[in-house]
């Protein structure tokens, strides 16, 4: 069962851009990464999905290196409103099982 | 749009009593899941059902059972309440997923905030 790390917290600055890495050093093969955003007083919502390499969306990119033992959801030009907690998923298939680990979450605080 | 309810946004209960929580998704979603939310632990997946009649154990499914017997509906059971059970609980659903995980978006209620005293 991968086990997920992520840093608990992190704070940034308008129009930058934002790096936020989840480990989970025993992933395996058939596994990938999801990222969700999280807001106060609401559950989270799907940012982006991979399994290797690069994957974008108009919201963000997520970079899985070769042995996948990390992953870095990238965000750019953040602003205020992407303050919010975010969640790196692993997802372990097995037939119609899976396993869901979570990270702990990284709260992620844009400053003016 | 997928829309996911859950019965409630907050309740108090009391130590030893049966609690329901429960769970509507409105978009014929084969897959739904319980999770329990707490500080510093992040989200912590209790069951999860991938077709009617069906449930799989999570990883905390210890003093929660859940029933499903139809397709829209996930239910919560707490059979007996205990107040290390206050927590967030948050339901989800996502279609069906190939082998290859082609998508597996989750599509998360607001929670349920139950507090046990």
């Known amino acids: 069962l991968a086990k997920t790390t992520q840093p608990i917290s992190m704070d940034s600055y308008e129009g930058q851009e934002v790096n936020i890495t989840c480990s989970h050093n025993n992933i395996a093969t058939n596994d990938y990464i999801t990222w969700y955003q999280q807001f106060p007083s609401q559950g989270p919502r799907f940012i982006i999905q991979?399994?290797?390499t690069k994957v974008t969306n108009e919201v963000a990119s997520l970079f899985i290196p070769a042995d996948r033992k990390s992953s870095t959801l990238s965000l750019p030009r953040v602003s205020l409103s992407d303050t919010a907690v975010y969640y790196c998923?692993?997802?372990?298939?097995?037939?119609?099982?899976?396993?869901?680990?979570f990270g702990s979450g990284t709260q992620l605080t844009v400053l003016p | 749009d997928v829309k996911v309810t859950q019965s409630s946004r907050y309740l108090v209960k009391r130590t030893g009593e049966k609690v329901f929580l429960e769970c509507v998704q409105d978009m014929d979603h084969e897959n739904m899941f319980w999770y329990r939310q707490d500080p510093g632990l992040g989200l912590r997946l209790i069951y999860f059902?991938?077709?009617?009649?069906?449930?799989e154990k999570g990883d905390i499914p210890e003093g929660y059972s859940v029933s499903r017997e139809k397709k829209e509906r996930f239910s919560l059971i707490l059979e007996s309440a205990s107040t290390n059970q206050t927590s967030m609980y948050l339901c989800?659903?996502?279609?069906?997923?190939?082998?290859?995980?082609?998508?597996?978006?989750?599509?998360f209620g607001p929670g349920t905030r139950l507090t046990v005293l």
């Open positions: 059902s991938y077709d009617v009649k069906m449930k």
């Open positions: 998923l692993v997802v372990a298939l097995s037939g119609s099982a899976r396993q869901l680990t």
């Open positions: 989800a659903s996502s279609s069906f997923i190939s082998i290859a995980g082609d998508t597996d978006t989750q599509y």
């Open positions: 991979g399994y290797k």
